[in-house]
């Protein structure tokens, strides 16, 4: 395998490169659905250019959506980002490529806040998928798995 990527697979690549330049911006959306996040942005993604297109990357519990410009436009990505953020309001959670817990470390440090978590049916799956992020401990104070009432 490693002698077919080497040799058969990386040239065949090299060629098909061009200097064409790409650009990407991303939107991280929670509380709402793609189907209900597709209808509030309807006209806005109707609007787009040619060169530029709408991605819609649904995970459970949120929706990431990537612009992506692959030519020079008489309106840049950067407008049509800003349309979304301000039609998305408090549904946006970042208005970069990040995890939704990379976006609340960010958030609380921001603002001076602390976070702490109670968790049972998650197994604690919350308070790691923050800790795992660098920095979190500024902000992060403690957490408890409770799996019973008591």
Known sequence: ????????????????????????????????GESFLAEKIKDIEESLPDSIKLA??????????????????????????????????????ADKDISVEQAIVEAFTKDKLKLAAAESCTGGRIASGITAIAGASAI??????ATTTE
Do not use: N, W
Request: glycine letters at 6%.
């Open 56 to 93: 819609y990357l649904p995970k459970v519990g949120m929706v990431r959506l990537r612009l992506t410009q692959t030519a020079p436009s008489p309106v840049t990505i950067d407008f049509y980002h800003q349309q979304l953020i301000k039609r998305l309001g408090t549904h946006v959670v």
């Open 1 to 32: 395998m490693k002698f077919l990527i080497t040799h058969r697979v990386i040239p065949i690549l090299r060629e098909q490169q061009s200097d064409q330049h790409i650009e990407h911006r991303h939107i991280i959306t929670v509380g709402i």
């Open 140 to 145: 992060f104070d403690c957490g408890i798995v």
